[in-house]
């Protein structure tokens, strides 16, 4: 006889069932970087005078999202990224929907290839970064042509890109500290 | 959770990821074609999100309050230190200016000193003056009315601006020292050396008929001399200045350009009669005289 392939059936038997506080524990783990991303937003779009914020915004979003992807693609789903990128097309003024196409984009290709970046040393992850954020900027800055029907600067989506660039490492540390300590939390 | 096996399961994630791909691209054509909706959405979100901005940008605020505070403590501290010491010093000074002022009453008291009148002043405001024969002067909005007489000497905030050539009933044109017409006698403060300061229309008035052997120094004070009797001794006037070489002019100390009270001072010069003397020639035209008696008491006689 075949097994039963549902989960109920499944899961009593592999773990004890989970505590309503082990729960939130885990829902916040995995919303974490998505938590992350939403304040970041809320911070860049509030009319604080931080100067290139507009091009500093994107750029960690980027950077953020590219890192969680590849690392730990529980904490950062294709909805997640969907809704955060939707969320910052609400906020700031670029056409709805751009955002969460190029974010999913960067999001795909980072999920899709991570066997192969886990593998590879920082430096080498830096670099697929530079090509994939250099590749997410120029889309961006096509779109807005596209729409606009009219040849914009290319200089802003060129800066965006090198500062999302600059950004990965500290925030690539940043993460990977938070990593540890959640994964030294998990099996102590 | 809802049983579906594995496989689907597996299979239901390989498709989440394009699925949301294309919802985001009909996202960006819905919200292309229908603007309004998008702004409307994009309205809504801002709106929830207004206090929370709000919140950060009166934390910001905050911030930067305390920031500039505590740079202004900082530099307070540092004016503060700066203005005992000089606090301190001008200390010194008042007890040097007290000594001083108690032995010169005391001298002035050994020497039967007949003490000068104190000089009686109006404060007038300043009006523009366009008409008039001389190119720099002002009108005051004062007049026979409130005292004020030809000849009486104008002073603005610190220094000398003028003097009254012209009065009506509620008005007196005051001749400015920067005007070509206008000629004073001057005393370099620190030679005690006489000399001749002759407007030319610019701001700088000139220094003229200096001795030779006492040169104006850069620098220095310039003050009225009572020679010819129309100022009272040590009214001052400016700072010496070489704009060339042996063209020295004097910087007022008066802001002639935007004056906007004068205090006009009869220093009583018109009541001080010198006796008669057989055979004196006068050397001034008669009738100027009457108005600008050309001798004080403790000019040369």
Known sequence: MMPDPSMSAWEPEIR???????????????????????????????????????????????????????????????????????????????????????????????????????????????????LVTTGACLLQWGLACLFRLDMLDIAPALFEALLSIGVYPPLSALFSWVLQKLDEKEDP | MIPVSIQMRQALGKLVLPLLVLLSIGIIIAGQADRKLADQARMTVADGLAPLWGLMTSAQHRVQAINTNLREAGRMASENARLQTENENLRRWYDVAVSLTRENDALKTALHWIPEPTPAFVTGRVVADSGGIYARA????????????????????????????????????????????????????????????????????????????????????????????????????????????????????????????????????????????????????????????????????
């Not at chain 1, 789903?77 to 929907?97: E, H, N, R």
Request: net charge neutral; hydrophobic share 50%; charged share 10%.
């Open chain 1, 16 to 130: 004890p069932r989970q505590t309503v506080w082990q729960r939130l524990d885990h829902g916040a783990r995995r919303l974490l970087p998505s938590i992350f991303i939403a304040l970041i937003i809320v911070f860049f779009s509030a009319p604080l005078n931080i100067p290139g914020a507009a091009e500093l915004l994107p750029a960690i979003v980027i950077a953020t999202i590219f890192f969680w992807s590849f690392w730990r693609p529980t904490g950062m789903s294709g909805v997640a990224v969907f809704l955060l990128g939707l969320f910052m097309d609400l906020v700031g003024f670029t056409p709805l929907g751009v955002s969460a196409f190029i974010l999913l984009l960067v999001h795909g290709v980072a999920f899709y290839s991570r066997f192969g970046l886990m593998r590879l040393n920082f430096l080498l992850v830096w670099g697929v970064f530079a």
């Open chain 2, 138 to 301: 002002v009108l005051l909005v004062a007049g026979t009315e409130s005292g004020v007489h030809v000849g009486n000497v104008a002073l603005a905030a610190n220094g000398l601006a003028g003097r009254v050539t012209e009065t009506g009933a509620r008005s007196a044109r005051i001749l400015l020292i920067t005007d070509i017409a206008s000629r004073l006698p001057v005393m370099l403060d620190a030679s005690h050396a006489t000399a001749i300061m002759g407007g030319d229309n610019t701001p700088l008035p000139r220094l003229m008929y200096y001795a030779q052997d006492t040169r104006p120094i850069e620098g220095e004070r310039v003050v009225t001399s009572d020679q010819a009797g129309a100022f009272p001794a040590g009214l001052p006037i400016g700072t010496v200045h070489y704009l060339h070489p042996g063209q020295p002019v004097v910087v007022p100390f008066a802001q002639l350009d935007h004056l906007s009270l004068l205090r006009v001072f009869d220093f009583g010069q018109a009541l001080i009669d010198p006796p008669d003397a057989p055979g004196h020639v006068p050397l001034a035209h008669p009738r100027k005289t009457l108005t600008l008696p050309l001798k004080t008491l403790l000019g040369q006689g």
